[in-house]
């Protein structure tokens, strides 16, 4: 049952969960990357804490993001949304121009320092990648499913309850999926505004000289966006193959 | 004329009737970092400006709501932005006390909000009239120009924003040159290794899965751990390999960004390349063996130009998003916009933040207008895919 990638994938998942829980088992791995009396394990709080605010950091905006992703992809799908269409879809095309260290910034004056600005940001930039996909997964239905689905009386609400959405949730999904990912790694761009982030321990180490902290800190994150990757897509091919996309 | 109703209309015309007449239009502080205090539009500029925005903004929104011609729409937005642009300077001249160098003026909520909604009008009447791609890269420049124009005269430089650049001028063009060669750099060098990659692995398919799953990995990475990691071995190399630090190779600064800025962008190139490559029709292959062609010849003459609009689509991405990246270089000494974003933040002086982060919106968006009106030359035009 269990084959080499999954294996792969449990032993990253155990091994981090363990530099997590017990980060001085790890130490003499990260010794070599520090001079002499600096610390080689980050020293001013609990990793398993700033992992935990991390991913809630990210869920949160992921959420937001999806819901007001969804629910404007549907508005603009629907007959009477029709002519907000072009224009939405021009506005994600502008809206990814926009650098995520600018939001960021910019989002301070407006809501302070700490976690605010870092979830509008990561809300904003959320945003685009859910509602392109939802876009294309609606905009794109068969017409003769579509056809199929009219002709047997369904209304509109049901129709999009009942084939339109479960036809495009794994085009959705995999927009989430995308959002989920960049969320993750810009997250940790928020401790420059002093959000609770892993990104803390990165800058701790560039501030300080700390090569092992900018690795440890990096590579949680980087593991974390890999192991979510590969859940969700295990997800979505489990929801495809069972709409038969 | 029959009176139609808009509804995107409406919501621009709201917004914008909220940044006019609710809203304060500019901030006034005493210095540089105190809390501002809000003035409206009659507040803020002299009668007769004060007279004109109103009217540009009450025509905006009647032409707004009402279904009128796209051409129309686009012209009333643009000539709304125009005079917004010129008064927000009226207003910094009205506001600062003379003989004052203390006091900042800078745009409020209201301005802002009459941009965004100003700038939503005009890319709905853009997205309604499809121009063709010389036309926006036309409009784009028109509006690139006037903001140099004004900039030029002198209409802003009682704005904060201008103040914070004055005292700063040397040390900002010397930022935006390093990062814009950065950001093009960069894709340059990831071209010249992504295409030739893309190549390999289009042609030997068990290679493909290997390297495009490494690159994916990288893409994983934080940025800024990204930039921290490299500075480790770059550091190394330049304690240990002879000449290296003469070329400018040093553990902090420039050559960790550059590198790292190279290999995020090289996943979008190869990829884009393999997947141009497998999209070449196998018909088209097929002649080209069946005349004669060499390997070679059919690589340059028949697959590279059909494969050629999906790779610069992977240049676009990575041009967009190095513009971007390029700013968190400011973290580890590498230089660029970043510097101002995070001595802004740093100082909790938004105009400072607005310094860096208002030039790198700007290259972005302008990167991302031209080139995508490139793609769309490069493109067949039955290959073009309906969308705005």
Redesign the interface.
Known sequence: MLRLPNLIRLLAFAVLIAFLTQPQWFEPLLRPLVQQNAPAIYNQGSLLQLTLLHLRTVAIATAGATVVALALAILVTRPSGAEFLPLSRSLVNIGQTFPPVAVLALAVPIFGFGEKPTLIALFLYGLLPIFENALTGLTTLPPAIMEAARGTGMTGRQRLMKVELPLAMPVILAGIRLSVVISLATATIGSTVAARTLGEVIIAGLQSNNLAFVVQGGLIVAVLAVLIHDGLQAAERRLGSRVGR | MQLRV???GVITAALTAYGAFLAPFATFRANRIVAGEGRSISEALPPTWAALVLLVVIVAIILAILKTPGVLRLAIALCALAVLALAIGAAAGQLTPPENTYARVSPASGFWLLLFALA?LA??A???LRPSPLVRVAILSAVLGFIAVVLISGAWDGLSLLKEYASRADTFWAEAGKHVMLALGSLAAATAVGIPLGVLCHRVPRLRDGLLGALN?I????????F??L??PLGWIALHVPGAAAIGIRGIGTAPAFVALFLYSLLPIVANTVVGLAGVPREANEAARGIGMTDFQRLAGIEFPLAFPVILTGIRIVL?QN???A??AA??GGGGF?VF??Q??GQ?A?DL??L??VP??LL??T??IVL?AVIETATPYHNRVQ??
């Open positions: 808009d509804k995107l939503l890319a709905d853009l997205t309604r990995a893409q994983t990475i934080p940025s800024i751990a990204l921290g990691i500075i480790a967009v513009i971007g990246l700013t968190i973290l580890i970043g974003v995070f802004g933040v909790t938004m933040v607005l860096g982060a790198t919106v972005a968006f990167a991302a995508d969308s705005a």
